[in-house]
């Protein structure tokens, strides 16, 4: 399916070292904020407080939100599970209060605007707990490198692949850097779309990757950079039908999904605009620059000997 088709091949290898001078300095960018500021990790991975609270009716998560924030607890994460009437509350760490003292003082303030609310257990999540998920986290994504590697490897050829990790590690790297820089919260649905965003760019660049696979069989009088070239336009239009519906998606989470989803949808944002980028102008350019040739991916065709057979 096709919105428009493009008769001409857009240059993109022409300006290929432009762009990638800019994703180069952005890069940079996004480590120099990760190093300064850090990232601002949830209770999942600091650790903290714990509670279940339960209602009769279905449960006004904004209006607990504000409850919970008015007690200074900021970074509070407040949020449905199960059923709509059951909510998990996970306070920070507080160097004054015990998990107990928190858990009664939260109750105290949800009681006073619902006195049907039920506590239904409390319970101390500590750094451990925190050392242990961000630890699974950095082999989670460790080990999706790899099979995305392997992957790419045996599919098409070593020079793609490493074109592709590159790629892709820039665009995690880069949302990592927004939100150290704007200090967003990171939490497991972060991470969650973080390691989606790996799969999703990757997706986009085996297409394009196939696409020069395919011109280099059909093309044979076209150089290196004309048939990435030619990839990357005949290929613009399914970019656009797929990604514009994926943002589509991904806004309405953003904009109307509540705080619950919100920089889960910002990190998925972030991710799908890098990832068209970082697949056009920096996957496409590396494996250019690499020395990707028609004989990489298509075997030459073996001449046969006129004396191939029996010799009298």
Known sequence: MELFRIKKDIPFMRHALIFNVISALTFVAAVFFLVQKQLHFSVEFTGGTVMEVSYTKAADVDGIRRTVDSLGYVDASVQTFGKAQDVVIRLPLSKTLSSTQQADQVMAALVAKDPEVK???????????????????????????????????????????????????????????????????????????????????????????????????????????????????????????????????????????????????????????????????????????????????????KEKDDTDGAVV
């Open 119 to 301: 506590k239904q257990r409390v319970e101390q999540v500590g750094a451990q707990v925190g050392d242990e998920l961000a630890h699974d986290g950095l082999m989670a994504l460790l080990f999706v490198v790899l099979g995305v590697m392997a992957y790419l490897a045996i599919r098409f050829e070593w020079k793609f692949a490493v074109a592709a990790i590159i790629a892709n590690l820039h665009d995690v790297i880069i949302i990592l850097g927004f939100f150290a820089f704007f200090e967003w919260e990171f939490n497991l649905s972060v991470l969650a779309a973080v390691l989606a965003v790996l799969g999703y760019s990757v997706n986009e660049s085996v297409v394009i990757f196939d696409r020069i696979r395919e011109n280099f069989r059909k093309q044979r009088k076209m150089s290196v950079t004309e048939v990435i070239d030619n990839a990357i336009t005949s290929t613009i239009s399914r970019t656009i039908i797929t990604h514009g519906s994926t943002q589509m998606m991904v806004l309405s989470m953003l904009l109307i999904g509540g705080p619950t989803l919100h920089y889960f949808a910002m990190a998925l944002t972030i991710g799908i605009c890098f990832g068209i980028y970082s697949s056009v102008f920096v996957a496409a350019a590396i494996a250019m620059w690499l020395g990707v040739t028609r004989e990489d991916l298509i075997k030459p065709v």
